[in-house]
């Protein structure tokens, strides 16, 4: 009995920056839907999370990092409809809420049970890779900033 994964095809969707600030499964214009489609039928959907997910208030800003990107950690839901189930947390904004931001966000991401790579408690954490395990085979995110 041959298994999926031995044909050799696996399908991965690739996207750039997400910065989630409010609800993404409201819209229904059929262009939309069609994204969706694509990223939801992949074995993964890849996607920088280009913010931090902490609730106002959580972690302590920090004051030379720019502009503050956040996501609720609500919205987390609205990115896995989306169809994303790996993202990188390896950029210009990991530390705008400090440690504690960023330990919150990796909480929130692994409750909501999105994969996320390039932060972790540790040096070690953050530079291990996370496994998307599919039918077709196995997919590996490192992220590095």
Same mark, same amino acid.
């Not at 969707?13 to 214009?29: C, F, H, N, Q, S």
């Not at 059929?30 to 694509?38: A, G, S």
């Not at 599919?134 to 995110?141: E, I, Q």
């Given at each position: ?6 044909? #050799?095809? &696996? !399908?991965?969707? /690739? #996207?750039?920056?997400?910065?989630? $600030?409010?609800? %993404?499964? +409201?819209?229904?214009?059929?262009? =939309? /839907? ?6 939801? !039928?992949?074995?993964? $959907? ?6 931090? +997910? ?11 990092? #720019? ?15 989306? #169809?994303?189930?790996? +993202?990188?947390? @390896? ?16 909480? =929130?991401?692994? @409750?909501?049970? &999105? %994969? ?5 408690a540790n040096l070690r954490a953050a530079s291990s890779p996370? =496994?998307?395990? !599919?039918?077709?085979?196995? +997919? @590996? /995110?490192?992220?590095? !900033?």
């Amino acid at each position: 009995m041959p298994y999926e994964s031995d044909r #050799g095809v &696996i !399908t991965i969707a /690739l #996207g750039g920056d997400i910065m989630p $600030t409010r609800k %993404l499964a +409201v819209y229904r214009e059929p262009e =939309y /839907l069609k994204l969706r489609e694509i990223l939801t !039928t992949a074995d993964a $959907t890849f996607a920088n999370l280009e913010s931090l +997910v902490v609730r106002y208030g959580e972690g302590h800003p920090s004051v030379r990092t #720019g502009t503050h990107m956040v996501t609720e950690p609500e919205l987390l839901d609205d990115i896995k409809w989306l #169809g994303f189930n790996m +993202v990188s947390c @390896a950029n210009s904004h990991s530390f705008n809420f400090g440690e504690e931001g960023l330990l919150l966000q990796n909480k =929130y991401l692994d @409750a909501a049970g &999105i %994969l996320h790579a390039g932060t972790g408690a540790n040096l070690r954490a953050a530079s291990s890779p996370v =496994y998307r395990d !599919t039918p077709r085979g196995r +997919v @590996a /995110l490192i992220a590095a !900033t």
